[in-house]
């Protein structure tokens, strides 16, 4: 008995040792990384890891590869996020039945983050950029918006240099602790060279162009708040407003028309703040005579001899819009005989992105609306230029909507074809008239045409030899229906002709209009194109201001 009883207590100490044993090498641990985004610990007798998964915070798959038992994302995660990581182990059945045959572990983590701790910085001529972050990073982007740089560091760092830099400017920084992570907002880094007064970092840079509602950004050396309160001023009143955007920033966004186009932006900064970069204001230099220069980030602006601007008066020039978005709102309204379809979405009616189009039109396509004008016409047609098409739909415009009819494309015409288009005032005429003359041709005749189509042709006459009509493509700039003709010959006789009828001058002093004639068809003008009084009445309709009148050889 005893040594049964001996033998069964060695039994149940040895069975016990085994339990103990097998309980204290089949743990399994899930923990957080420093290097990756978790880590699973399986003892000797742990098992084998069955699965890993993850999830985001909304409840997606995230990706994973698991090396050496670090578990990281496949796919680059932002920082801050919130991932729950899951893992199954699973056990042998000898000895499963102990601690069971599978453990499930569950990890919920947010991935580390970093931010910025250096968004205002001085830095002396030649030095180098350097930044800090409240915590360690391993990846980091600088730059500008489509010039990035990205590195990632062999080591965590807090502190970091960017390289030399322009004596002072803004880039952009982002930045995060692990290289799996994704980069995500960027923060702005403004620097200014080492001053004993405020300075300012002006974006847009001043001295050259802005659109005319560009957003103009002002970032100090010294918060706004030690500035005495005093805001930088317009030379002309601008519609827009002020806004604080940090400690250290000012936002002007113009509202409306903004600066208007084809304008000269004059702003003033408060007495006691320069232009970072820019001379102080008793190093404002002088120009020569009849100069005008604008201010940029290392001159001032000059004028006359004697003249200067001070260092804190900054500039800017507003274009006017360019000629294809001229074309492409002409054709919107239907004042062209031509098209246009945008590629992408169109572009909305609001009148900053009008005037931000104007400057920047959008990609499109242009393409004629009647296929039958003859080769004269078409042949002059070009989208990004004032070709004559363009400079007669333009006078149409201009005498439609009160406006002098000169084909100037100054702001006030910029302005009105806006309006224009937000209100839906498109053309009220019907359709495109076109006026064809064949000079040298036998007999000479006068085409009509009106929505690709030729509708009237008659005899007609143009200028005598020593008078011929000019060649050349013109807009009909003045229509009467009837009006006193007075000029010299070319053998200098004068002539006085009142009750000349259904007259549209296109070019000088040559015009479509009636005379009586015993005959059409040959060179009998001073430089007019005269046809039958029932022809020119036929015509006379179809040639307002703006109509374009082609003389052709052919």
């Given at each position: 008995?005893?040594?049964?009883?001996?033998?069964?207590?060695?039994?149940?100490?040895?069975?016990?040792?085994?339990?103990?044993?097998?309980?204290?090498?089949?743990?399994?641990?899930?923990?957080?990384?420093?290097?990756?985004?978790?880590?699973?610990?399986?003892?000797?007798?742990?098992?084998?890891?069955?699965?890993?998964?993850?999830?985001?915070?909304?409840?997606?798959?995230?990706?994973?590869?698991?090396?050496?038992?670090?578990?990281?994302?496949?796919?680059?995660?932002?920082?801050?996020?919130?991932?729950?990581?899951?893992?199954?182990?699973?056990?042998?059945?000898?000895?499963?039945?102990?601690?069971?045959?599978?453990?499930?572990?569950?990890?919920?983590?947010?991935?580390?983050?970093?931010?910025?701790?250096?968004?205002?910085?001085?830095?002396?001529?030649?030095?180098?950029?350097?930044?800090?972050?409240?915590?360690?990073?391993?990846?980091?982007?600088?730059?500008?918006?489509?010039?990035?740089?990205?590195?990632?560091?062999?080591?965590?760092?807090?502190?970091?240099?960017?390289?030399?830099?322009?004596?002072?400017?803004?880039?952009?920084?982002?930045?995060?602790?692990?290289?799996?992570?994704?980069?995500?907002?960027?923060?702005?880094?403004?620097?200014?060279?080492?001053?004993?007064?405020?300075?300012?970092?002006?974006?847009?840079?001043?001295?050259?162009?802005?659109?005319?509602?560009?957003?103009?950004?002002?970032?100090?050396?010294?918060?706004?708040?030690?500035?005495?309160?005093?805001?930088?001023?317009?030379?002309?009143?601008?519609?827009?407003?002020?806004?604080?955007?940090?400690?250290?920033?000012?936002?002007?966004?113009?509202?409306?028309?903004?600066?208007?186009?084809?304008?000269?932006?004059?702003?003033?900064l408060p007495k006691n703040v320069t232009l970072a970069g820019g001379p102080p204001p008793a190093a404002a230099t002088t120009g020569t005579t009849g100069t005008a220069s604008t201010t940029t980030a290392s001159d001032t602006?000059?004028?006359?001899?004697?003249?200067?601007?001070?260092?804190?008066?900054?500039?800017?020039?507003?274009?006017?819009?360019?000629?294809?978005?001229?074309?492409?709102?002409?054709?919107?309204?239907?004042?062209?005989?031509?098209?246009?379809?945008?590629?992408?979405?169109?572009?909305?009616?609001?009148?900053?992105?009008?005037?931000?189009?104007?400057?920047?039109?959008?990609?499109?396509?242009?393409?004629?609306?009647?296929?039958?004008?003859?080769?004269?016409?078409?042949?002059?047609?070009?989208?990004?230029?004032?070709?004559?098409?363009?400079?007669?739909?333009?006078?149409?415009?201009?005498?439609?909507?009160?406006?002098?009819?000169?084909?100037?494309?100054?702001?006030?015409?910029?302005?009105?074809?806006?309006?224009?288009?937000q209100q839906g005032r498109r053309s009220t005429a019907d359709g495109y008239n076109y006026v064809l003359v064949h000079r040298d041709a036998s007999p000479q005749s006068t085409e009509l045409w009106h929505n690709g189509r030729e509708i009237f042709t008659t005899?007609?006459?143009?200028?005598?030899?020593?008078?011929?009509?000019?060649?050349?493509?013109?807009?009909?700039?003045?229509?009467?229906?009837?009006?006193?003709?007075?000029?010299?010959?070319?053998?200098?006789?004068?002539?006085?002709?009142?009750?000349?009828?259904?007259?549209?001058?296109?070019?000088?002093?040559?015009?479509?209009?009636?005379?009586?004639?015993?005959?059409?068809?040959?060179?009998?003008?001073?430089?007019?194109?005269?046809?039958?009084?029932?022809?020119?009445?036929?015509?006379?309709?179809?040639?307002?201001?703006?109509?374009?009148?082609?003389?052709?050889?052919?």
């Open positions: 008995m005893r040594v049964l009883v001996g033998l069964l207590v060695l039994a149940v100490l040895a069975i016990a040792s085994f339990v103990a044993l097998v309980l204290t090498l089949s743990r399994v641990r899930l923990v957080s990384d420093p290097v990756a985004l978790a880590r699973v610990d399986v003892e000797q007798l742990g098992g084998k890891l069955e699965a890993v998964t993850a999830t985001g915070p909304h409840g997606g798959a995230v990706p994973l590869t698991v090396d050496g038992g670090r578990i990281t994302p496949a796919r680059p995660v932002p920082a801050g996020s919130t991932i729950t990581v899951d893992v199954t182990v699973k056990r042998p059945s000898w000895y499963g039945w102990i601690v069971g045959g599978t453990e499930h572990k569950r990890l919920t983590i947010q991935t580390p983050s970093a931010r910025l701790a250096t968004r205002w910085t001085t830095i002396r001529s030649g030095g180098q950029l350097r930044v800090a972050f409240d915590s360690p990073v391993r990846k980091v982007a600088f730059g500008t918006t489509g010039h990035m740089r990205r590195a990632n560091l062999r080591t965590p760092l807090r502190k970091l240099s960017l390289g030399k830099q322009a004596i002072s400017g803004t880039i952009s920084v982002a930045a995060v602790p692990r290289t799996w992570e994704k980069l995500g907002h960027t923060a702005p880094v403004t620097w200014f060279p080492a001053s004993k007064t405020p300075t300012a970092v002006v974006s847009p840079a001043p001295g050259g162009n802005v659109s005319p509602t560009a957003p103009i950004t002002l970032t100090f050396s010294q918060p706004v708040s030690k500035l005495g309160g005093a805001r930088p001023t317009f030379a002309a009143q601008t519609p827009g407003t002020w806004k604080t955007l940090d400690s250290h920033t000012l936002r002007f966004t113009p509202s409306g028309m903004g600066f208007g186009f084809g304008t000269h932006v004059q702003m003033t602006t000059t004028g006359t001899t004697g003249a200067t601007t001070p260092a804190n008066q900054l500039t800017w020039n507003v274009p006017l819009g360019s000629m294809v978005r001229l074309n492409q709102l002409l054709a919107q309204l239907d004042y062209l005989p031509v098209s246009w379809k945008p590629s992408g979405a169109p572009v909305s009616t609001a009148i900053g992105a009008q005037m931000n189009a104007a400057v920047a039109p959008p990609a499109g396509t242009f393409s004629w609306r009647w296929s039958g004008f003859p080769s004269q016409l078409t042949s002059q047609w070009a989208p990004s230029q004032l070709n004559e098409i363009t400079r007669g739909a333009l006078m149409a415009f201009e005498t439609d909507h009160g406006l002098t009819a000169d084909a100037l494309p100054g702001p006030n015409v910029w302005t009105t074809l806006i309006t224009a288009l005899p007609a006459n143009t200028g005598v030899p020593a008078a011929p009509t000019e060649l050349g493509t013109f807009p009909v700039y003045i229509h009467v229906p009837e009006t006193e003709m007075r000029g010299t010959n070319p053998d200098g006789s004068t002539y006085d002709d009142p009750g000349i009828r259904y007259v549209s001058y296109f070019n000088g002093g040559d015009a479509l209009h009636a005379f009586n004639r015993a005959s059409y068809g040959s060179p009998q003008s001073v430089g007019c194109v005269e046809m039958p009084e029932a022809a020119a009445g036929r015509i006379y309709p179809y040639t307002p201001i703006g109509t374009l009148v082609t003389i052709s050889p052919s």
